[in-house]
């Protein structure tokens, strides 16, 4: 199946800086890629939709200066969580659109745990 | 409205089949996905349907999709320890591809 990797897994970093999480398709092309944030124990909040070459759209909600998002390729998009907060600690994870024979799958990388002390 | 609702907790014998139930508002949802997420994590598609068939079977796992009652579950045959793991459903919603609704998810516990 189609493979998406997200990097670093795990990230540690002070308030006040900013962190990049790269989210990667490594053997199809993704046109669109999504961001979601996931708080312990609950679903997935969408926070933001990826395509390349253009601006994220946001979810309603999410601070787009504070989340900034970067498609720059069709296997590569970015979240830059920008002067993070203890709040901002959760998981994060990517996914990105594959369209297959069959239709459409969208398949999820592996998350980064973010934790801001 | 958008709205994915699931049991949060389902508890089974080592080698019974499992039943895990969703329902869906959205009428127009095109495709209905379950995923799978083991503890740390992230998502494994685990397979999906499309909103004009009524079934799918895939191994020992058969999604069952009542369009009617928009209601969608997920079967698992002979459900081994290696099972457990919380399950999502999703679906998209009208128009489209662009993004993924989830359910709450389900605990699986599978118990000797």
């Known amino acids: 199946g189609a493979v998406v990797s997200q990097h670093p897994s795990r990230v540690i970093c002070k308030s006040g800086t900013s962190v990049k999480i790269e989210c990667r398709s490594l053997?199809?092309?993704?046109?669109?890629m999504f961001w979601y944030r996931q708080f312990p124990k609950k679903s997935l909040m969408l926070m933001a939709t990826?395509?390349?070459?253009?601006?994220?759209?946001?979810e309603q909600g999410v601070e787009k200066d504070k989340f900034l998002i970067n498609h720059a390729s069709l296997t590569l998009s970015t979240l830059t969580v920008t002067s993070a907060h203890p709040e901002d600690s959760s998981f994060y994870i990517c996914?990105?659109?594959?369209?297959?024979?069959?239709?459409?799958?969208?398949?999820f990388g592996e998350g980064s745990w973010l934790t801001v002390v | 409205g958008e709205d994915v609702e699931q049991s949060l907790f389902l508890s089974v014998r080592e080698g019974d089949s499992s039943v895990i139930n969703c329902t869906y508002t959205?009428?127009?949802?095109?495709?209905l996905y379950w995923y799978k997420q083991e503890p740390g994590a992230g998502l494994q598609l685990l397979t999906y349907?499309?909103?004009?068939?009524d079934m799918k079977q895939d191994q020992r796992l058969t999604v069952l999709l009542n369009k009617k009652d928009k209601h969608l579950s997920l079967r698992i045959a002979d459900t081994q320890t290696g099972d457990s793991a919380i399950y999502f459903c999703?679906?998209?919603?009208?128009?489209?591809?662009?993004?993924?609704?989830f359910g709450a998810g389900t605990r699986l516990a599978v118990h000797p």
């Open positions: 996914s990105a659109r594959s369209r297959d024979r069959a239709g459409n799958t969208i398949y």
């Open positions: 053997d199809f092309q993704a046109t669109t």
């Open positions: 349907i499309f909103s004009n068939m």
């Open positions: 999703a679906e998209t919603p009208s128009g489209g591809y662009n993004k993924l609704i």
């Open positions: 959205d009428s127009s949802s095109t495709y």
């Open positions: 990826s395509n390349e070459g253009s601006k994220a759209t946001y």
